[in-house]
């Protein structure tokens, strides 16, 4: 895995992707992380979604995308980009990352501060899936490494938040994800529109919260929908 910025292709035969929005710090090494002290806070234009959650329909026919809940870091004339936060990344986990990316030595396992395994490794999205990114609470930030999406919720690309967290005096609450979702200008607003995805406000719970395989559910269920009657209308008009 890398923590290097690059453009992709979503992988789906839908044509060029963007990478991450521009403002998407590099990810080379930068500035020793601290705690944010005031930074302001990124506002989203009328009509784009960024720092909301996009909630796969059951009648979703990509199965990269079945039952996913996408928070969304990017969205504007440009394109979107999100990352899937409820698809747990197989058979890896956050300290064996840490080893394979030479932050600490395998020998140092056993002294990793006990935060670190309330990281979880996800699988982000289908672009760029030997990148990784992390979603974190705002307590933490790297001067022109981490990216504020919404209140409270940063983005940082860079090893240093990883060296930080293993330190201990990394972000509060953190994801890391492989890959991201990517949309082409348009496509997203085209997909929403032919009922593709339900959208609604984040909550830290949805992001960070340990129980992936229900944030689905709590998700329909934040914006009032019950699954089984969704499920039973889907594909009726």
């Known amino acids: 895995m890398k923590f290097s910025r690059k453009t992709g292709t979503r992988g789906d035969g839908e044509g060029p992707t963007p990478g991450p929005d521009p403002d998407v710090p590099s990810a080379e090494p930068g500035a020793l992380g601290k705690p944010a002290k005031s930074k302001p806070r990124k506002t989203s234009k009328r009509g784009y979604l960024d720092g909301q959650m996009l909630i796969a329909m059951p009648s979703m026919g990509d199965d990269r995308f079945a039952r996913s809940v996408i928070y969304v870091c990017a969205h504007s004339t440009e394109g979107a980009m999100g990352i899937i936060v409820n698809q747990p990344a197989a058979h890896i986990s956050f300290s064996d990352l840490l080893v394979q990316l030479d932050v600490i030595p395998a020998a140092d396992l056993i002294q990793l501060p006990g935060a670190v395994d309330g ?9 760029d899936t030997q990148r990784g990114f992390v979603l974190h609470s705002s ?6 490494s981490t990216l504020p999406i919404d209140e409270g919720v940063c983005l940082t690309a860079t090893l240093d938040i990883l060296k930080a967290i293993a330190r201990g005096n990394g972000p509060q609450s953190a994801i890391l994800a492989l ?8 496509q997203l607003e085209n997909e929403i529109q032919h009922n593709g995805w339900l959208h609604c406000s984040a909550d830290a719970e949805l992001i960070f919260g340990p129980d992936n395989s229900g944030k689905y559910d709590k998700a329909l269920k934040k914006i009032g929908i019950d699954l089984g009657m969704l499920s039973s209308e889907a594909g009726h008009a």
Request: net charge neutral; charged share 15%.
């Open 119 to 127: 990281v979880k490794v996800l699988k982000g999205g289908p672009v």
């Open 139 to 144: 307590d933490f930030f790297i001067e022109n």
């Open 179 to 186: 890959g991201y979702a990517g949309w082409a200008p348009g």
